[in-house]
Protein backbone atom coordinates (compact mmCIF):
# COMPACT_ATOMS: atom_id res chain seq x y z
CA UNK A 1 0.00 0.00 0.00
CA UNK A 2 1.03 3.63 -0.83
CA UNK A 3 1.19 4.81 2.79
CA UNK A 4 1.13 8.54 1.16
CA UNK A 5 -2.03 7.86 -0.68
CA UNK A 6 -3.57 6.44 2.09
CA UNK A 7 -3.50 9.49 3.84
CA UNK A 8 -1.33 7.68 6.29
CA UNK A 9 0.98 11.12 5.95
CA UNK A 10 3.98 10.87 8.77
CA UNK A 11 2.89 7.98 10.88
CA UNK A 12 5.69 5.37 11.73
CA UNK A 13 4.35 2.00 11.48
CA UNK A 14 6.31 -1.42 12.24
CA UNK A 15 6.82 -4.34 9.77
CA UNK A 16 4.32 -6.07 11.54
CA UNK A 17 1.94 -3.11 11.66
CA UNK A 18 2.70 -2.84 7.86
CA UNK A 19 1.71 -6.42 7.51
CA UNK A 20 -1.46 -6.49 9.40
CA UNK A 21 -2.64 -3.09 7.74
CA UNK A 22 -2.31 -4.65 4.31
CA UNK A 23 -4.05 -7.53 5.46
CA UNK A 24 -7.26 -5.73 6.93
CA UNK A 25 -7.18 -3.51 3.53
CA UNK A 26 -7.29 -6.46 1.12
CA UNK A 27 -10.33 -8.45 3.23
CA UNK A 28 -11.88 -5.58 4.01
CA UNK A 29 -11.47 -3.42 0.76
CA UNK A 30 -15.06 -4.37 -0.51
CA UNK A 31 -16.79 -3.39 2.82
CA UNK A 32 -15.16 -0.11 2.41
CA UNK A 33 -17.97 2.70 0.72
CA UNK A 34 -16.23 4.83 -2.23
CA UNK A 35 -16.04 8.12 -2.06
CA UNK A 36 -16.60 10.67 -4.58
CA UNK A 37 -15.41 14.47 -4.26
CA UNK A 38 -17.93 14.58 -7.27
CA UNK A 39 -21.05 16.73 -7.01
CA UNK A 40 -23.40 14.36 -8.92
CA UNK A 41 -21.81 10.99 -9.56
CA UNK A 42 -24.27 9.55 -11.66
CA UNK A 43 -24.21 9.76 -15.67
CA UNK A 44 -25.95 10.84 -17.43
CA UNK A 45 -27.21 13.61 -15.89
CA UNK A 46 -31.21 12.38 -14.09
CA UNK A 47 -32.43 16.25 -14.74
CA UNK A 48 -30.79 17.40 -18.09
CA UNK A 49 -30.26 21.29 -18.93
CA UNK A 50 -32.31 22.04 -22.36
CA UNK A 51 -28.95 23.95 -23.04
CA UNK A 52 -27.03 20.33 -24.07
CA UNK A 53 -23.57 21.54 -24.05
CA UNK A 54 -23.58 21.93 -19.74
CA UNK A 55 -24.83 18.47 -19.06
CA UNK A 56 -22.81 15.25 -18.12
CA UNK A 57 -19.56 17.34 -17.01
CA UNK A 58 -18.16 17.54 -13.46
CA UNK A 59 -15.52 19.95 -11.95
CA UNK A 60 -13.08 17.61 -9.34
CA UNK A 61 -10.10 19.30 -7.44
CA UNK A 62 -6.55 17.49 -8.02
CA UNK A 63 -2.72 17.92 -7.59
CA UNK A 64 -0.62 16.61 -10.56
CA UNK A 65 2.28 15.57 -8.66
CA UNK A 66 -0.27 13.02 -6.84
CA UNK A 67 -1.65 9.72 -7.54
CA UNK A 68 -5.41 9.76 -8.63
CA UNK A 69 -7.64 7.29 -9.08
CA UNK A 70 -11.19 6.88 -10.92
CA UNK A 71 -13.12 3.96 -10.00
CA UNK A 72 -16.42 3.07 -12.33
CA UNK A 73 -19.37 1.36 -11.57
CA UNK A 74 -20.59 0.47 -14.55
CA UNK A 75 -24.48 -0.23 -14.77
CA UNK A 76 -25.00 -1.85 -18.72
CA UNK A 77 -22.93 1.01 -20.58
CA UNK A 78 -21.97 -0.57 -23.29
CA UNK A 79 -21.02 2.49 -25.18
CA UNK A 80 -19.16 6.12 -23.53
CA UNK A 81 -17.24 8.95 -24.62
CA UNK A 82 -15.17 10.15 -21.53
CA UNK A 83 -12.70 13.08 -21.27
CA UNK A 84 -10.62 14.69 -18.37
CA UNK A 85 -9.20 18.55 -19.03
CA UNK A 86 -10.30 17.73 -22.95
CA UNK A 87 -7.76 14.80 -23.29
CA UNK A 88 -9.66 11.10 -24.29
CA UNK A 89 -9.73 8.91 -21.10
CA UNK A 90 -10.65 5.32 -23.35
CA UNK A 91 -12.42 3.08 -21.04
CA UNK A 92 -13.60 1.05 -24.39
CA UNK A 93 -12.10 -2.37 -23.31
CA UNK A 94 -13.96 -2.65 -19.88
CA UNK A 95 -17.10 -1.75 -20.80
CA UNK A 96 -17.03 -4.27 -23.73
CA UNK A 97 -15.88 -6.95 -21.05
CA UNK A 98 -18.95 -6.32 -19.18
CA UNK A 99 -16.95 -5.29 -16.03
CA UNK A 100 -19.17 -4.02 -13.31
CA UNK A 101 -15.92 -1.97 -11.27
CA UNK A 102 -13.11 -0.99 -12.94
CA UNK A 103 -10.31 1.76 -11.57
CA UNK A 104 -8.49 3.67 -14.15
CA UNK A 105 -5.45 6.09 -12.68
CA UNK A 106 -6.10 9.29 -13.93
CA UNK A 107 -2.71 11.40 -12.87
CA UNK A 108 -1.83 11.93 -15.99
CA UNK A 109 -5.32 14.13 -17.39
CA UNK A 110 -5.28 15.98 -14.25
CA UNK A 111 -3.72 19.46 -13.24
CA UNK A 112 -3.12 21.35 -10.21
CA UNK A 113 -6.58 23.11 -8.88
CA UNK A 114 -10.45 23.30 -8.92
CA UNK A 115 -10.83 23.36 -12.27
CA UNK A 116 -10.23 19.74 -13.43
CA UNK A 117 -13.40 18.61 -15.51
CA UNK A 118 -14.63 14.96 -16.36
CA UNK A 119 -16.69 15.09 -19.38
CA UNK A 120 -18.76 11.69 -20.09
CA UNK A 121 -20.67 11.67 -23.36
CA UNK A 122 -22.64 9.86 -25.50
CA UNK A 123 -23.50 6.50 -23.18
CA UNK A 124 -25.51 3.46 -24.69
CA UNK A 125 -27.57 2.00 -24.55
CA UNK A 126 -30.59 4.40 -23.24
CA UNK A 127 -31.90 3.84 -19.21
CA UNK A 128 -27.42 2.60 -18.84
CA UNK A 129 -25.44 4.44 -16.50
CA UNK A 130 -22.50 5.02 -15.06
CA UNK A 131 -21.34 5.94 -11.36
CA UNK A 132 -18.09 8.14 -11.07
CA UNK A 133 -15.76 8.21 -8.04
CA UNK A 134 -12.65 10.73 -7.84
CA UNK A 135 -11.30 10.77 -3.72
CA UNK A 136 -9.96 14.14 -2.59
CA UNK A 137 -6.12 15.16 -3.00
CA UNK A 138 -4.16 14.73 0.24
CA UNK A 139 -0.93 16.43 1.56
CA UNK A 140 2.61 15.90 0.15
CA UNK A 141 5.76 17.45 1.21
CA UNK A 142 7.09 20.33 -1.02
CA UNK A 143 9.11 22.91 -1.19
CA UNK A 144 8.76 26.70 -0.67
CA UNK A 145 9.63 27.17 -4.45
CA UNK A 146 8.24 24.47 -5.60
CA UNK A 147 4.85 26.61 -5.05
CA UNK A 148 6.34 30.48 -6.06
CA UNK A 149 7.28 30.73 -2.23
CA UNK A 150 10.55 32.86 -1.80
CA UNK A 151 12.04 30.92 0.65
CA UNK A 152 14.43 33.58 1.58
CA UNK A 153 11.55 36.01 2.21
CA UNK A 154 9.87 33.45 3.87
CA UNK A 155 12.71 32.49 6.62
CA UNK A 156 12.10 35.69 7.84
CA UNK A 157 9.52 34.02 9.81
CA UNK A 158 11.30 32.23 11.87
CA UNK A 159 13.95 35.11 11.93
CA UNK A 160 11.22 37.28 13.72
CA UNK A 161 10.27 34.41 16.20
CA UNK A 162 13.40 33.73 17.39
CA UNK A 163 14.12 37.17 17.99
CA UNK A 164 11.24 37.32 20.52
CA UNK A 165 11.69 34.36 22.00
CA UNK A 166 15.45 35.84 22.85
CA UNK A 167 13.34 38.60 24.18
CA UNK A 168 10.70 36.14 26.40
CA UNK A 169 8.29 34.98 24.57
CA UNK A 170 7.58 31.63 25.48
CA UNK A 171 7.09 29.67 21.92
CA UNK A 172 5.83 28.85 18.47
CA UNK A 173 4.89 26.05 16.17
CA UNK A 174 3.71 27.03 12.45
CA UNK A 175 2.77 25.07 9.30
CA UNK A 176 1.96 26.38 5.92
CA UNK A 177 0.48 24.36 3.29
CA UNK A 178 -0.10 25.08 -0.71
CA UNK A 179 -1.69 23.23 -3.51
CA UNK A 180 -1.54 20.21 -1.23
CA UNK A 181 2.04 20.55 -0.17
CA UNK A 182 3.24 20.97 3.01
CA UNK A 183 5.84 23.90 2.03
CA UNK A 184 7.08 25.44 5.64
CA UNK A 185 6.84 23.93 9.57
CA UNK A 186 9.16 24.81 12.50
CA UNK A 187 9.09 25.03 16.11
CA UNK A 188 10.77 27.44 18.32
CA UNK A 189 11.31 28.61 21.59
CA UNK A 190 9.73 26.65 24.59
CA UNK A 191 6.18 24.57 25.21
CA UNK A 192 6.89 25.10 29.32
CA UNK A 193 9.15 27.42 31.32
CA UNK A 194 7.40 28.12 34.55
CA UNK A 195 7.37 25.98 38.12
CA UNK A 196 4.15 25.25 39.49
CA UNK A 197 5.32 28.20 42.25
CA UNK A 198 5.56 30.75 39.09
CA UNK A 199 9.21 30.93 39.18
CA UNK A 200 12.01 29.65 36.24
CA UNK A 201 12.42 26.19 35.40
CA UNK A 202 16.08 25.43 35.85
CA UNK A 203 15.48 24.02 32.05
CA UNK A 204 13.06 25.03 29.83
CA UNK A 205 10.96 22.63 28.28
CA UNK A 206 11.63 22.67 24.06
CA UNK A 207 8.49 23.09 21.53
CA UNK A 208 8.29 20.84 19.17
CA UNK A 209 6.30 20.00 15.71
CA UNK A 210 4.21 17.24 18.22
CA UNK A 211 3.82 19.78 20.73
CA UNK A 212 0.23 19.65 21.45
CA UNK A 213 -1.93 22.90 22.23
CA UNK A 214 -5.11 24.06 23.57
CA UNK A 215 -6.71 25.19 20.53
CA UNK A 216 -9.06 27.33 22.87
CA UNK A 217 -12.00 29.23 20.38
CA UNK A 218 -10.58 27.08 17.47
CA UNK A 219 -12.36 24.28 18.87
CA UNK A 220 -15.47 25.97 17.72
CA UNK A 221 -14.63 25.39 14.04
CA UNK A 222 -12.57 22.62 14.02
CA UNK A 223 -14.87 20.26 16.69
CA UNK A 224 -18.52 21.67 16.64
CA UNK A 225 -18.88 23.45 12.96
CA UNK A 226 -16.97 19.92 11.75
CA UNK A 227 -19.91 18.56 13.50
CA UNK A 228 -22.64 20.65 12.28
CA UNK A 229 -21.11 21.07 8.97
CA UNK A 230 -21.42 17.14 8.59
CA UNK A 231 -24.57 16.41 10.11
CA UNK A 232 -26.02 19.10 8.30
CA UNK A 233 -25.11 17.72 4.96
CA UNK A 234 -26.61 14.51 6.27
CA UNK A 235 -29.21 16.02 6.75
CA UNK A 236 -29.54 15.45 10.70
CA UNK A 237 -31.03 18.83 10.97
CA UNK A 238 -31.68 22.13 8.76
CA UNK A 239 -29.63 25.57 9.82
CA UNK A 240 -32.69 27.19 10.08
CA UNK A 241 -34.71 24.92 12.24
CA UNK A 242 -35.78 26.25 15.66
CA UNK A 243 -33.16 24.78 18.23
CA UNK A 244 -36.12 24.21 20.49
CA UNK A 245 -36.84 21.70 17.33
CA UNK A 246 -34.23 18.92 18.31
CA UNK A 247 -33.96 19.67 22.25
CA UNK A 248 -37.32 20.21 23.72
CA UNK A 249 -36.77 21.70 26.88
CA UNK A 250 -34.95 24.74 24.90
CA UNK A 251 -37.98 26.96 25.77
CA UNK A 252 -39.64 29.83 27.65
CA UNK A 253 -38.83 33.12 27.87
CA UNK A 254 -36.31 34.89 30.02
CA UNK A 255 -37.73 38.30 32.45
CA UNK A 256 -37.47 40.13 29.40
CA UNK A 257 -39.78 38.67 27.54
CA UNK A 258 -37.38 37.23 25.21
CA UNK A 259 -38.59 33.82 24.04
CA UNK A 260 -36.02 30.86 23.34
CA UNK A 261 -38.54 29.13 20.97
CA UNK A 262 -37.76 31.94 18.91
CA UNK A 263 -33.83 31.80 18.07
CA UNK A 264 -33.11 29.48 15.01
CA UNK A 265 -29.66 26.97 14.94
CA UNK A 266 -28.13 29.84 12.49
CA UNK A 267 -28.55 33.02 15.19
CA UNK A 268 -26.49 30.88 17.47
CA UNK A 269 -23.71 29.87 14.72
CA UNK A 270 -24.06 33.32 13.84
CA UNK A 271 -23.99 34.70 17.34
CA UNK A 272 -27.05 37.03 17.18
CA UNK A 273 -28.68 35.00 19.44
CA UNK A 274 -28.56 37.55 21.85
CA UNK A 275 -26.60 35.99 24.56
CA UNK A 276 -23.90 37.61 26.64
CA UNK A 277 -20.15 37.26 25.22
CA UNK A 278 -18.64 35.26 28.81
CA UNK A 279 -20.52 34.57 31.91
CA UNK A 280 -18.98 33.35 34.64
CA UNK A 281 -21.14 30.37 35.48
CA UNK A 282 -18.39 28.76 37.58
CA UNK A 283 -17.88 31.72 39.99
CA UNK A 284 -20.69 32.53 42.22
CA UNK A 285 -19.34 35.95 43.44
CA UNK A 286 -20.62 37.01 38.97
CA UNK A 287 -23.54 34.74 38.59
CA UNK A 288 -26.92 34.67 40.22
CA UNK A 289 -27.08 31.67 42.41
CA UNK A 290 -29.79 29.47 40.01
CA UNK A 291 -26.57 29.64 37.71
CA UNK A 292 -23.32 28.76 39.47
CA UNK A 293 -22.40 25.54 38.47
CA UNK A 294 -19.64 22.93 38.47
CA UNK A 295 -20.97 20.13 36.77
CA UNK A 296 -21.93 19.34 33.33
CA UNK A 297 -25.10 17.95 33.97
CA UNK A 298 -26.27 21.08 35.90
CA UNK A 299 -25.03 23.04 32.81
CA UNK A 300 -26.69 21.86 30.34
CA UNK A 301 -30.32 22.15 32.37
CA UNK A 302 -29.31 26.17 32.73
CA UNK A 303 -28.08 26.72 29.23
CA UNK A 304 -31.33 25.34 28.21
CA UNK A 305 -34.05 26.02 30.30
CA UNK A 306 -32.73 28.99 32.96
CA UNK A 307 -29.99 31.79 31.54
CA UNK A 308 -31.24 34.16 29.73
CA UNK A 309 -30.37 36.90 26.98
CA UNK A 310 -28.87 40.31 26.98
CA UNK A 311 -29.99 41.43 23.57
CA UNK A 312 -32.88 41.01 21.17
CA UNK A 313 -32.19 38.28 18.86
CA UNK A 314 -30.58 39.49 14.99
CA UNK A 315 -28.52 42.74 14.43
CA UNK A 316 -24.96 42.68 14.16
CA UNK A 317 -22.90 39.38 15.33
CA UNK A 318 -21.87 39.27 19.47
CA UNK A 319 -19.21 36.64 20.17
CA UNK A 320 -20.56 34.53 22.64
CA UNK A 321 -19.80 31.38 23.86
CA UNK A 322 -22.74 30.66 25.36
CA UNK A 323 -24.32 30.65 21.56
CA UNK A 324 -21.20 27.43 20.84
CA UNK A 325 -22.13 25.76 24.48
CA UNK A 326 -25.09 25.00 23.47
CA UNK A 327 -24.22 24.22 19.56
CA UNK A 328 -21.86 21.74 21.46
CA UNK A 329 -25.29 20.03 22.93
CA UNK A 330 -26.99 20.08 19.87
CA UNK A 331 -24.81 17.87 18.50
CA UNK A 332 -24.53 15.56 21.50
CA UNK A 333 -28.19 15.32 21.22
CA UNK A 334 -28.13 14.75 17.36
CA UNK A 335 -25.78 12.00 17.80
CA UNK A 336 -26.44 10.73 20.81
CA UNK A 337 -22.66 10.90 21.76
CA UNK A 338 -20.42 13.43 23.76
CA UNK A 339 -19.38 15.84 21.76
CA UNK A 340 -15.39 14.21 21.75
CA UNK A 341 -16.51 10.84 21.17
CA UNK A 342 -18.38 12.02 17.90
CA UNK A 343 -15.95 14.27 16.54
CA UNK A 344 -13.26 11.94 17.53
CA UNK A 345 -14.70 8.89 16.20
CA UNK A 346 -16.57 10.28 12.92
CA UNK A 347 -14.39 12.85 12.14
CA UNK A 348 -10.48 12.46 13.05
CA UNK A 349 -10.34 8.84 13.64
CA UNK A 350 -11.52 8.57 9.79
CA UNK A 351 -8.58 11.34 9.04
CA UNK A 352 -5.93 9.22 11.01
CA UNK A 353 -5.82 11.82 13.52
CA UNK A 354 -4.50 10.55 16.86
CA UNK A 355 -3.56 13.09 18.06
CA UNK A 356 -6.68 15.46 18.28
CA UNK A 357 -8.69 15.50 20.80
CA UNK A 358 -10.45 16.61 24.09
CA UNK A 359 -9.00 15.99 28.10
CA UNK A 360 -5.95 14.42 26.74
CA UNK A 361 -4.56 13.46 30.47
CA UNK A 362 -7.46 10.96 30.80
CA UNK A 363 -6.42 9.42 27.40
CA UNK A 364 -2.83 8.42 28.56
CA UNK A 365 -0.89 11.36 27.38
CA UNK A 366 1.45 13.51 30.02
CA UNK A 367 2.01 16.81 30.71
CA UNK A 368 5.27 17.33 28.83
CA UNK A 369 3.29 16.56 25.60
CA UNK A 370 1.75 19.76 25.59
CA UNK A 371 2.19 23.36 25.31
CA UNK A 372 1.70 25.36 29.30
CA UNK A 373 -0.88 28.17 29.26
CA UNK A 374 -1.43 30.24 31.94
CA UNK A 375 1.77 29.90 34.72
CA UNK A 376 -0.82 30.29 38.22
CA UNK A 377 -3.81 28.85 37.05
CA UNK A 378 -6.65 30.66 35.96
CA UNK A 379 -6.15 33.27 38.89
CA UNK A 380 -4.45 36.01 36.88
CA UNK A 381 -1.55 36.14 38.81
CA UNK A 382 -3.57 35.82 42.03
CA UNK A 383 -6.15 38.73 41.08
CA UNK A 384 -9.07 36.42 40.56
CA UNK A 385 -10.22 33.91 43.35
CA UNK A 386 -13.48 31.22 43.19
CA UNK A 387 -13.94 27.82 44.48
CA UNK A 388 -11.75 25.03 42.96
CA UNK A 389 -9.50 27.47 41.06
CA UNK A 390 -6.53 26.08 39.27
CA UNK A 391 -3.47 28.23 41.13
CA UNK A 392 -0.97 26.24 39.14
CA UNK A 393 0.76 26.02 35.62
CA UNK A 394 -2.13 24.42 33.51
CA UNK A 395 -0.67 22.02 31.29
CA UNK A 396 -2.57 19.27 29.04
CA UNK A 397 -6.13 20.54 30.69
CA UNK A 398 -8.14 22.86 28.76
CA UNK A 399 -7.35 26.83 30.34
CA UNK A 400 -10.75 27.97 29.39
CA UNK A 401 -12.62 28.26 33.06
CA UNK A 402 -16.29 27.08 32.04
CA UNK A 403 -15.36 24.72 29.68
CA UNK A 404 -13.22 23.03 32.11
CA UNK A 405 -15.17 24.21 35.21
CA UNK A 406 -18.62 23.03 34.02
CA UNK A 407 -18.50 21.29 31.34
CA UNK A 408 -15.87 18.65 32.35
CA UNK A 409 -13.53 19.91 29.46
CA UNK A 410 -15.99 18.68 26.65
CA UNK A 411 -17.40 21.87 25.14
CA UNK A 412 -18.54 23.68 21.92
CA UNK A 413 -16.54 26.26 22.46
CA UNK A 414 -13.28 24.87 23.92
CA UNK A 415 -11.67 21.96 24.76
CA UNK A 416 -9.55 20.64 21.94
CA UNK A 417 -6.16 19.78 21.86
CA UNK A 418 -4.11 19.37 18.65
CA UNK A 419 -0.50 19.88 16.81
CA UNK A 420 0.47 21.65 13.65
CA UNK A 421 0.14 18.52 11.51
CA UNK A 422 -2.68 17.02 12.22
CA UNK A 423 -4.64 20.94 12.05
CA UNK A 424 -2.64 20.73 8.53
CA UNK A 425 -5.02 18.06 7.48
CA UNK A 426 -8.31 19.74 8.66
CA UNK A 427 -7.14 22.71 6.91
CA UNK A 428 -6.80 20.63 4.13
CA UNK A 429 -10.82 19.43 4.30
CA UNK A 430 -11.57 22.69 3.91
CA UNK A 431 -9.41 23.91 0.98
CA UNK A 432 -10.60 20.13 -0.56
CA UNK A 433 -14.39 21.40 0.25
CA UNK A 434 -15.64 18.48 2.26
CA UNK A 435 -13.11 16.14 2.19
CA UNK A 436 -9.47 14.44 2.58
CA UNK A 437 -8.52 11.35 0.41
CA UNK A 438 -10.53 8.80 0.44
CA UNK A 439 -12.86 10.04 3.27
CA UNK A 440 -16.04 12.56 2.64
CA UNK A 441 -16.98 14.73 5.42
CA UNK A 442 -19.61 16.91 3.97
CA UNK A 443 -20.59 18.29 0.40
CA UNK A 444 -18.90 21.34 -1.17
CA UNK A 445 -23.07 23.24 -1.34
CA UNK A 446 -22.82 22.56 3.03
CA UNK A 447 -18.91 24.19 2.90
CA UNK A 448 -20.03 27.18 0.46
CA UNK A 449 -23.12 27.62 3.13
CA UNK A 450 -21.35 28.05 5.72
CA UNK A 451 -18.51 29.93 4.54
CA UNK A 452 -21.15 32.58 2.81
CA UNK A 453 -21.01 36.24 4.67
CA UNK A 454 -23.54 37.50 6.89
CA UNK A 455 -25.18 40.66 5.08
CA UNK A 456 -24.76 42.61 8.92
CA UNK A 457 -21.32 41.43 8.75
CA UNK A 458 -18.80 40.34 6.21
CA UNK A 459 -15.92 39.09 8.95
CA UNK A 460 -18.62 36.78 10.04
CA UNK A 461 -19.91 33.44 8.11
CA UNK A 462 -21.36 30.83 9.76
CA UNK A 463 -19.47 30.05 12.69
CA UNK A 464 -16.47 30.92 10.43
CA UNK A 465 -14.45 34.22 10.61
CA UNK A 466 -13.53 35.67 7.35
CA UNK A 467 -11.45 38.19 5.89
CA UNK A 468 -14.40 39.75 4.27
CA UNK A 469 -14.20 43.30 3.08
CA UNK A 470 -10.60 43.52 5.02
CA UNK A 471 -12.01 43.48 8.16
CA UNK A 472 -9.93 41.33 10.27
CA UNK A 473 -6.21 42.41 9.22
CA UNK A 474 -4.76 41.43 12.33
CA UNK A 475 -5.90 37.96 11.73
CA UNK A 476 -5.63 37.10 7.73
CA UNK A 477 -2.88 39.83 7.45
CA UNK A 478 -3.21 42.57 4.68
CA UNK A 479 -3.15 40.28 1.96
CA UNK A 480 -5.64 37.47 2.75
CA UNK A 481 -7.85 36.66 -0.26
CA UNK A 482 -11.99 38.16 0.78
CA UNK A 483 -12.79 34.19 0.62
CA UNK A 484 -10.33 33.39 3.39
CA UNK A 485 -12.00 32.10 6.74
CA UNK A 486 -10.09 30.83 9.99
CA UNK A 487 -10.55 31.59 13.55
CA UNK A 488 -8.63 32.23 16.77
CA UNK A 489 -8.16 31.03 20.44
CA UNK A 490 -7.02 33.33 23.44
CA UNK A 491 -4.64 30.31 24.50
CA UNK A 492 -2.63 31.94 21.28
CA UNK A 493 -3.89 30.03 18.33
CA UNK A 494 -4.39 31.33 14.56
CA UNK A 495 -5.98 29.37 11.49
CA UNK A 496 -5.94 31.21 8.24
CA UNK A 497 -7.86 28.89 5.26
CA UNK A 498 -7.52 30.64 1.88
CA UNK A 499 -9.06 29.15 -1.00
CA UNK A 500 -8.33 31.72 -3.44
CA UNK A 501 -4.49 31.17 -2.92
CA UNK A 502 -5.04 27.39 -2.25
CA UNK A 503 -3.32 28.35 1.11
CA UNK A 504 -3.57 27.59 4.63
CA UNK A 505 -1.58 28.75 7.50
CA UNK A 506 -1.71 27.13 11.29
CA UNK A 507 0.26 29.41 14.18
CA UNK A 508 -0.18 28.19 17.38
CA UNK A 509 1.88 29.53 20.47
CA UNK A 510 2.48 29.60 24.37
CA UNK A 511 1.89 33.40 24.18
CA UNK A 512 -0.62 32.88 27.79
CA UNK A 513 2.28 31.20 29.25
CA UNK A 514 3.68 34.38 30.85
CA UNK A 515 3.65 36.42 33.53
CA UNK A 516 0.29 38.41 33.96
CA UNK A 517 0.89 42.26 35.29
CA UNK A 518 -1.07 45.19 34.67
CA UNK A 519 -3.87 44.04 33.53
CA UNK A 520 -2.31 41.98 30.37
CA UNK A 521 0.03 39.16 29.80
CA UNK A 522 3.39 39.13 28.83
CA UNK A 523 3.09 37.18 25.71
CA UNK A 524 0.23 39.65 24.31
CA UNK A 525 2.64 42.24 23.83
CA UNK A 526 4.52 40.63 21.04
CA UNK A 527 4.37 40.31 17.25
CA UNK A 528 4.16 36.65 17.05
CA UNK A 529 1.49 36.80 19.53
CA UNK A 530 -0.51 38.84 17.33
CA UNK A 531 -0.62 36.91 14.56
CA UNK A 532 -0.92 39.66 11.83
CA UNK A 533 3.09 40.27 11.42
CA UNK A 534 3.35 36.60 11.11
CA UNK A 535 0.81 35.82 8.54
CA UNK A 536 1.51 39.13 6.92
CA UNK A 537 5.13 37.69 6.15
CA UNK A 538 3.88 34.21 5.14
CA UNK A 539 1.93 35.98 2.52
CA UNK A 540 4.47 38.28 1.45
CA UNK A 541 6.52 35.28 0.97
CA UNK A 542 4.70 34.03 -1.86
CA UNK A 543 2.91 37.12 -3.27
CA UNK A 544 6.69 38.86 -3.28
CA UNK A 545 5.47 41.90 -1.89
Known sequence: INAEYMGLYKMNYFIPQILLLVFLFS?????????????????PDRYPESRALVNNKRTFKAYSNQKMLMTINNNLVTGADVTINGKICDISKYLIEGQKQFVIEITSFVRDGNDNTLSIQGITPDKSYLEVYIPYPYLTEGKPEDVGFNS?????????????????????????????????????????????????????????????FDMASNTKMFATNFALMKLFSEKKFHYLDPLTKHIAEYKGS???????????????????????????????????PEEYTLDK???????????????????VPEYSDVDYMI????????????????????????????????????????????????????????????PQIRT??????????????????????????????????????????????????????????????????????????????????????RYGSSKAIGHTGWTGTVTIIDPQYDLAIILLTSKKHSLYYNSKFEGDAYQTGQYGSITQLIYEAFLNK
Open 27 to 43: NNQAEQPLVSQLKDIRF
Open 152 to 212: TKLNLVDAMIKEEIAKGFPGAAYIIIKNGKIVKRAAHGYSRKYKDDGTLLDKFEDMSLDTL
Open 254 to 288: DKNGERREDRLISDLIMHVAGYAPDPHFFNPQEIP
Open 297 to 315: EKTKKILLEIHGFERKRGG
Open 327 to 386: LGLLVERLTKMELDEYVESEIYKPLGLKNTLFNPLKKQYNKKQFAATEVIGNTYNKTVYY
Open 392 to 477: KVIQGEVDDPKCFYCMGGNGGPAGLFSNVNEMAVLCQVLLNRGGYNNVKLWDRNTQDLFVKPYDEDLTFGLGWRRQGNEGLQWHFS
